[in-house]
């Protein structure tokens, strides 16, 4: 099978982390053609001089438009491809040397005509970036693989790392207008229409992600008030584990106001819980200061999804009982 690569990058006001991710794309070991489009999303600050200074190592191409979110920054691009393959990286994503080269051998073994792959923390990371990856990828919080080797057929992507054939994408018509959560109501729309997704191990990202706990907390609100919106738009995606951050964000306030009344068995549960975290995230990280903060991104990330998601519960439930 021919697979030709298109990367699809969309980008608003990042040119300094656009730089990095092309870099990276420029220094892989893959040894055929792949054109990479940077499609800038009605940004302030222009990354067209980044893309320009690659026009000699790169394939590249640079779109711009007016700001519409990045679903529809990656459907403009996807016009633009010429590929019949499409690879989506966000901006802020350091790919390895051997990215493209382990996902066409792995495609021309076990097709299919969506992937995803995780995401890491690069060692040059800050502390900070470190511990939220620990805390959006650790299986003890809810982060982790989505989907495993069991589950092949069922593995969901992220848009930060998430490979669609052009057929597939073409049939479903793209992402929809949602500015979060647009990737998962992409995969639930391929598999209605018969076509399936796998996770790739070895095609995996360095995930810069948020560099502040204020920004962290913003984007995890946002995750949980998309998460909220899915359930109702694919109904029957809905599961009781959703709840669980907001359970948890519950369950600690709690623990917290009965330790004032000298009720202290649910807080030691969560320092029980807090102490695991500290010493799985030094472990695989070799810091303590990351484990260390590892528990105040795990808490800002629970706390940010459980109270978006709880708000957009109550919301839709005070419209429905209007309407």
Same mark, same amino acid.
């Given at each position: 099978?021919?697979?030709?690569?298109?990367?699809?990058?969309?980008?608003?006001?990042?040119?300094?982390?656009?730089?990095?991710?092309?870099?990276?794309?420029?220094?892989?070991?893959?040894?055929? #053609?792949?054109?990479?489009?940077?499609?800038?999303?009605?940004?302030?600050?222009?990354?067209?001089?980044?893309?320009?200074?690659?026009?000699?190592?790169?394939? =590249? +191409?640079?779109?711009?438009?007016? @700001?519409?979110?990045?679903?529809?920054?990656?459907?403009?691009?996807a016009v633009h491809a010429t590929g019949n393959y499409f690879i989506f990286f966000d901006s802020d994503c350091i790919i390895p040397p051997s990215y493209l080269k382990e996902v066409e051998s792995h495609l021309q073994e076990y097709y299919s005509d969506a992937f995803g792959g995780m995401d890491k923390?690069?060692?040059?990371?800050?502390?900070?970036?470190?511990?939220?990856?620990?805390?959006?990828?650790?299986?003890?919080?809810?982060?982790?693989?989505?989907?495993? +080797? +069991?589950? =092949?057929?069922?593995?969901? #992507?992220?848009?930060?790392?998430?490979?669609?054939?052009?057929?597939?994408?073409?049939?479903? +018509?793209?992402?929809?207008?949602?500015?979060?959560?647009?990737?998962i109501d992409l995969t639930l729309r391929l598999w209605q229409a018969g076509f399936n997704s796998q996770l790739i191990e070895n095609a995996f990202v360095f995930h810069k992600r948020r560099s502040s706990f204020r920004a962290f907390y913003k984007q995890m609100h946002a995750f949980g008030k998309g998460?909220?919106?899915?359930?109702?738009?694919?109904?029957?995606?809905?599961?009781?584990?959703?709840?669980?951050?907001?359970?948890?964000?519950?369950?600690?306030?709690?623990?917290?106001?009965?330790?004032?009344? @000298?009720?202290?068995?649910?807080?030691?549960?969560?320092?029980?819980?807090?102490?695991?975290?500290?010493?799985?995230?030094?472990?695989?990280?070799?810091?303590?200061?990351?484990?260390?903060?590892?528990?105040?991104?795990?808490?800002?990330?629970?706390?940010?999804?459980?109270?978006?998601?709880?708000?957009?519960?109550?919301?839709?439930?005070?419209?429905?009982?209007?309407?």
């Amino acid at each position: 099978m021919h697979l030709s690569f298109s990367i699809i990058i969309p980008v608003y006001n990042r040119p300094k982390e656009v730089k990095e991710l092309l870099e990276s794309l420029a220094t892989q070991n893959y040894g055929k #053609p792949f054109e990479v489009i940077l499609v800038e999303d009605g940004s302030e600050i222009s990354a067209e001089e980044v893309a320009a200074s690659f026009s000699t190592k790169l394939n =590249i +191409k640079y779109l711009s438009k007016d @700001n519409s979110g990045p679903g529809d920054s990656r459907n403009f691009g996807a016009v633009h491809a010429t590929g019949n393959y499409f690879i989506f990286f966000d901006s802020d994503c350091i790919i390895p040397p051997s990215y493209l080269k382990e996902v066409e051998s792995h495609l021309q073994e076990y097709y299919s005509d969506a992937f995803g792959g995780m995401d890491k923390a690069h060692e040059g990371f800050s502390v900070l970036q470190k511990a939220i990856s620990y805390s959006m990828t650790s299986l003890f919080t809810t982060g982790g693989v989505r989907g495993g +080797k +069991k589950n =092949i057929h069922k593995f969901q #992507p992220r848009s930060f790392n998430m490979g669609v054939s052009q057929k597939a994408f073409e049939k479903v +018509k793209g992402f929809q207008k949602i500015h979060v959560g647009e990737d998962i109501d992409l995969t639930l729309r391929l598999w209605q229409a018969g076509f399936n997704s796998q996770l790739i191990e070895n095609a995996f990202v360095f995930h810069k992600r948020r560099s502040s706990f204020r920004a962290f907390y913003k984007q995890m609100h946002a995750f949980g008030k998309g998460r909220a919106y899915l359930n109702r738009i694919h109904p029957t995606t809905s599961k009781i584990t959703f709840w669980f951050p907001t359970v948890f964000m519950l369950g600690i306030t709690l623990a917290v106001l009965l330790a004032f009344l @000298n009720f202290t068995e649910l807080l030691v549960v969560y320092s029980i819980y807090f102490a695991i975290i500290l010493v799985d995230s030094t472990f695989k990280n070799q810091s303590l200061r990351v484990g260390f903060l590892s528990i105040f991104t795990t808490i800002y990330q629970f706390t940010g999804y459980g109270i978006g998601f709880l708000k957009a519960i109550l919301n839709n439930l005070k419209n429905h009982v209007k309407a």
